[in-house]
């Protein structure tokens, strides 16, 4: 067995005692079953990667993105998105689910690092940097809605108030934004691009409400499985 394959709790534990008793207060659950013999098994590369996006949604408790804890420990995120990537790639014929799965994880992990940027950038008391940093969390939060297929899970209770929920969020702070004065090109820039890209998630996920509730009405429990309830993946 080769020691890069293989998430070990020793690498883990050093990470997380630089990470702070409460991150690992709140991940230790996960950590106790991640050490995964990643090799030709396609059942590990899967759990690989379910582990993966798990953990990475521990980083979000309720509204906020713990963005100091995932900065320290994106680079276990990072390394094990590379051994599954190398993984997924051994499999052959080329595996479609496992394909998505690693590239909703990437998308998700690419979505978290650029969200940690900038909330370590714009750290000013001012309003416009303050609405800007809850638009930068809700557009990770929005992630947590999704299946390790990078579907919208529908099917999860509450899903559909949820969406609701964060669509009132963003149009709130949307309005607010747009009210503003002097507010600096930067600032204006980032919160544009992440606030639309917010907008086009929540488009999505009300696509996969809008089914939901229809299936409610015609018990159409089929629409429980991936792709299948009128939604495009992440």
């Known amino acids: 067995m080769k020691p890069s394959v293989v998430l070990t709790g020793l690498i883990i534990m050093n990470s997380l005692a630089h990470a702070g008793k409460a991150l690992y ?19 590990d590369t899967e759990e690989l990667l379910e582990w993966v996006v798990e953990f ?11 963005f100091q804890g995932f900065r320290r420990m994106g680079g276990i995120v990072s390394t094990q998105i590379s051994n599954a990537r ?11 689910q496992y394909l998505k799965q690693l590239e909703f ?5 690419g979505v ?10 714009y750290i000013a008391d001012t309003f416009d940097q303050q609405v800007l940093r809850y638009i930068l969390q809700l557009s990770v939060r929005l992630l947590t809605l999704y299946s390790l297929d990078g579907v919208p ?6 899903y559909v108030e949820m969406v609701k929920h964060y669509r009132k969020i963003l ?31 929540i488009n999505e996920l009300t696509l996969a409400a809008k089914a939901a509730q229809l299936c409610n009405f ?12 009128g939604s495009k993946q992440y």
């Open 25 to 43: 207060a709140k991940n230790s659950k996960l950590l106790k079953t991640s050490s995964i013999h990643a090799h030709n098994s396609t059942r």
């Open 56 to 66: 990475m949604k521990n980083f979000v408790n309720g509204p906020d993105f713990d």
């Open 86 to 96: 190398h993984f997924v790639e051994r499999i052959l014929p080329p595996h479609s």
């Open 105 to 109: 994880a990437a998308k998700m992990y």
């Open 112 to 121: 978290m690092e650029l969200v940690t940027h900038y909330m370590h950038f």
């Open 153 to 158: 899970k529908s099917s999860m209770p509450g």
């Open 171 to 201: 149009f709130h702070w949307i309005t607010v934004f747009d009210s503003l004065m002097n507010v600096p090109t930067s600032v204006s820039l980032v919160f544009e691009e992440h606030s639309q890209h917010a907008l086009n998630t």
């Open 218 to 229: 015609t018990n159409c429990s089929h629409f429980d499985k991936p792709g299948e309830n």
